[in-house]
């Protein structure tokens, strides 16, 4: 009787741990909304922090990450090729290519990307500046640490995973009309016209949306993980630990909802 | 000590436990103030910040980062960024704590009378370490 009674007292323990984390975040990102919707944040200082994070986000790693892509597609698209020519379904190879990597996988793999090298570095950032008392430092000078230091990693995680897996897809499509034609322009417009009948604008708004949102869990995410932390040094690590584990859950429940939705 | 921590609006605290940004350099620490309160640009605020060291006599500390500064460079920039507050009164909270490479008594002293300060600088500090001001 006791070891069922502190089951359920632990499950429900659990239970409601999850239910605050998640209504943490939800909070959080109601206050980051309203805050873009106000115009006095709009101002020089948040648009600097804001082009910085990008840089730091999606233009330092560009040429690293470019390669990572050319690599990955170059061997799916091989892998898809092959597959395709022993089953007879080679007019069904292009389509195929777009629809596994520009839809599903490059996202997927961007985001993944995006979370393990900014997404951690956010997540113990903010749990040291929460330990070290920083973020109290920064509300005595009426610095605002929405504004100064999560709103700018928001706005800079959406806008990089957005346009990184949008360059990567082209790429993407790139490699994939030169591994199925080759070098010659005969296969131009029935390539354009597969692209043209995969993306219209439910898929595409699908996509900028899936993207999105992939931003937003890689940054909101470790933000508010990094603000549980408790003042305490040795609670960094695991603060780092919980974020980059709950980061992975959201990013494959996204992909996961997105799939469901377009193909059940 | 509560009681210092719990001081109100329009106190500028120098204390151990409102440190600086640790991924910013002593210039930028101190620039986020009229960036951010005043809605200066970038580079005025970068210019008032200077301005600041060189009225300390500390010029050569802007570029240098937290973990980089010595104890007394460090209290420079904190001092500096509750100077540029601009509140009507400026408390340092135990600056034994924070000024453990130098006599402390003697350098507050220095800094403020550099030319330009303005204000009274309050100390908080344990009684057992009053006669350190005697000196």
Known sequence: MNFLASSIESLGTKVVGWFTVAYGMFAFLAQAGLLLLDRTTWNRATFDVVIKQIYFTAVQILHV????????????ITIILSTARDFGLTEFASEMTIRVLVLELLPFLTALFIALRSGSAINTEVALMQVNNELDALAHCKVPPMQFEFLPRLIGGVISVVTLAGLAGLLAMLMGYLAIYGINTAGFEPYTQTIAKI??????AGLIAKCALFGLAVTLIPVTAGLETPKKLFM?????LRGMMRVFFAIVAIEVVSLALKYI | MTAVADLNDDVARVALDLP???????????????L???HYGAAESVQQAQAMLDQMGHAEIALLRDPDMTPAQRFVTKLARALILKRPRL???????????VPYPAFIRQLATQAGMTGTWEIFDFSWNQALYKE
Not at chain 1, 65 to 76: A, D, E, P, R
Not at chain 2, 20 to 34: E, G, K, Q, T
């Open chain 2, 91 to 101: 408390v340092i909270d135990r600056p034994g704590a924070m000024l453990y490479d």
């Open chain 1, 199 to 204: 993306f219209d604008f439910e898929i595409m």
């Open chain 1, 65 to 76: 990450f470019l390669g990572y892509t050319l690599v990955i597609s170059w061997l799916i």
């Open chain 1, 236 to 240: 960094v690590p695991v603060s780092v």
């Open chain 2, 36 to 38: 951010y309160q005043r």
């Open chain 2, 20 to 34: 600086l940004r640790a991924n910013l350099s002593a210039l930028d620490n101190i620039a986020l103030i009229p």
